[in-house]
């Protein structure tokens, strides 16, 4: 038996690869609503931080068999309940100490540094507010565009936790926060990239390592709007630094299931005419976003993937079924139900895949995913984001 921590859409999304492996998926939901709750039987509700509830998910008691292994579909879990039952003998994959790089931005970007990962420039900014403004007074200055990126070292996520700033006053609010007890900080280049990849990694306890084909990530206000699957125009050698720079993350944080590992394409790393880089950005230690594109368009979905990874078996094949598959996220909707713009969205493209998460309606909100594949980039693509905009509520135009 497989437990999960977090009843949204990636953990409904385990459910079809859970039950075509035969795995009991145990599920500890929010609330008997969320997107989870609705497709899974075993489905006990509590939230992320309770302990109590926790203990219960992987060690329910009576008829109800134990867990296997322990995972997430998202990072927000104590660490400190996690160290816990690793201690009493609950197999916890991703493990508390690699879960803690993708719950603290600051950890992460240490860590990496530690092991040699190319990164933006960043430095962690001081609790003291006026030695938080004078240091970043001081990045700022360093920066050849004027500008940085400060971010809050936990809590953020689709664009959230992350500001632009020119200078160290833009950023007065968070800092008097931190000192009340709010987030830690740091602040980043701003990075002149690109493009955006993304690179998904799956590894198992006994060291077993996949990777799919490196992706294409098009984000608008800070999420990720569409996903292209290989990367158009992606350079061989690029291809091949950018899946080494995300095994060597796998590796060296110890990840074990699926990680997604976010990088910029710069035009070059070191500025003296070195070629195109990659530049980790961000990390997520479960099934991503970005990874939505293989269930219809890769042999073994990251889904299948990550079980097989947490149980460590065999890992499954990562290969592209087709020659190109985009991956269209449906952002928000003027529908009060989706599924109602099925019927022209099934005539129109018999060919899509879509992916309703079952949740609410809210402007801007990630609601599904409509994914084609097929031989034309320009056509595959237009097609997926047409969809998807059917399901958004939009009219779309005949070509």
Same mark, same amino acid.
């Given at each position: 038996?497989?437990?999960?921590?977090?009843?949204?859409?990636?953990?409904?999304?385990?459910?079809?690869?859970?039950?075509?492996?035969?795995? /009991?998926?145990? @599920?500890? *939901?929010?609330?008997?609503?969320?997107?989870?709750?609705?497709?899974v039987v075993?489905?006990? @509700?509590?939230?992320?931080?309770?302990?109590?509830?926790?203990?219960?998910?992987?060690?329910?008691?009576?008829?109800?068999?134990?867990?296997? @292994?322990?995972?997430?579909?998202?990072?927000?879990?104590? +660490?400190a309940?996690?160290?816990?039952?690793?201690? =009493?003998?609950?197999?916890?994959?991703?493990?508390?100490?690699?879960?803690?790089?993708?719950?603290?931005?600051? *950890?992460?970007?240490?860590?990496?540094?530690?092991?040699?990962?190319?990164?933006?420039?960043?430095?962690?900014?001081?609790?003291?507010?006026?030695?938080? #403004?004078?240091?970043?007074?001081?990045?700022? #200055?360093?920066?050849?565009g004027?500008?940085?990126?400060?971010?809050?070292a936990?809590?953020g996520?689709?664009?959230?936790?992350? #500001?632009?700033?020119?200078?160290?006053t833009?950023?007065?609010d968070? $800092?008097?926060? /931190?000192?009340?007890?709010?987030p830690?900080?740091?602040?980043?280049?701003k990075?002149?990239?690109?493009?955006?990849?993304?690179?998904?990694?799956?590894?198992?306890?006994?060291?077993?390592?996949?990777?799919?084909?490196?992706?294409?990530?098009?984000?608008?206000?800070?999420?990720?709007?569409? @996903? $292209?699957?290989?990367?158009?125009? &992606?350079?061989?050698?690029? %291809? =091949?630094?950018?899946?080494?720079?995300?095994?060597? *993350?796998?590796?060296? &944080?110890? *990840?074990?299931?699926?990680?997604?590992?976010?990088?910029?394409?710069?035009?070059?790393?070191? !500025?003296?005419?070195?070629?195109?880089?990659?530049?980790?950005?961000?990390?997520?230690?479960?099934?991503?976003?970005? !990874?939505?594109?293989?269930?219809?368009?890769?042999?073994?979905?990251?889904?299948e993937?990550?079980?097989?990874?947490?149980?460590?078996?065999?890992?499954g094949?990562?290969?592209?079924t087709?020659?190109?598959?985009v991956?269209? +996220?449906?952002?928000?909707?003027?529908?009060?139900?989706?599924?109602?713009?099925?019927?022209?969205?099934g005539?129109?493209?018999?060919?899509?895949?879509? +992916?309703?998460?079952?949740? !609410?309606?809210?402007? !801007? #909100?990630?609601l599904?995913?409509?994914?084609?594949?097929?031989?034309?980039?320009?056509?595959?693509?237009?097609? %997926?984001? %047409?969809?998807?905009a059917?399901?958004?509520? =939009?009219?779309?135009?005949?070509?």
């Open positions: 038996m497989v437990a999960v921590v977090g009843g949204g859409q990636l953990a409904r999304m385990m459910a079809p690869a859970a039950a075509e492996l035969g795995v /009991h998926l145990r @599920v500890l *939901v929010e609330d008997p609503t969320t997107a989870a709750a609705q497709v075993d489905a006990p @509700v509590g939230a992320a931080s309770d302990e109590e509830a926790i203990r219960a998910l992987v060690t329910p008691g009576g008829a109800s068999p134990g867990a296997d @292994v322990l995972t997430f579909e998202h990072e927000h879990v104590p +660490n309940l996690l160290a816990a039952l690793v201690d =009493e003998g609950t197999p916890v994959r991703p493990g508390p100490a690699a879960l803690v790089q993708a719950q603290d931005k600051i *950890v992460m970007r240490r860590r990496l540094t530690e092991l040699g990962i190319p990164c933006p420039r960043w430095a962690a900014l001081p609790s003291d507010p006026d030695q938080a #403004r004078a240091a970043l007074t001081e990045f700022l #200055r360093a920066t050849p004027g500008e940085a990126v400060v971010k809050t936990r809590g996520y689709d664009g959230k936790g992350v #500001r632009v700033v020119a200078e160290a833009a950023a007065d968070w $800092i008097d926060a /931190h000192l009340a007890g709010g830690e900080l740091l602040v980043e280049d990075v002149p990239f690109t493009r955006e990849l993304a690179v998904l990694v799956a590894r198992r306890p006994s060291g077993e390592v996949r990777t799919w084909p490196v992706v294409e990530s098009v984000q608008r206000d800070g999420v990720c709007a569409e @996903v $292209i699957a290989p990367a158009p125009g &992606l350079a061989p050698e690029l %291809a =091949e630094q950018a899946r080494a720079v995300a095994v060597q *993350v796998a590796e060296g &944080l110890d *990840v074990t299931g699926v990680l997604a590992v976010e990088m910029f394409e710069v035009p070059e790393r070191d !500025g003296r005419g070195s070629g195109p880089a990659v530049l980790v950005n961000e990390l997520a230690m479960r099934p991503h976003n970005s !990874g939505h594109w293989t269930i219809d368009g890769a042999v073994t979905s990251q889904f993937q990550h079980l097989r990874a947490v149980l460590d078996l065999p890992l094949g990562t290969a592209p087709a020659r190109w598959t991956m269209a +996220n449906v952002l928000g909707s003027t529908l009060e139900r989706l599924t109602d713009a099925l019927p022209e969205l005539a129109r493209f018999p060919e899509a895949r879509v +992916n309703l998460y079952g949740k !609410g309606v809210r402007p !801007g #909100r990630k599904g995913h409509v994914n084609v594949s097929g031989e034309d980039l320009d056509e595959v693509r237009r097609r %997926a984001v %047409a969809a998807a059917l399901l958004r509520g =939009e009219s779309i135009e005949e070509s």
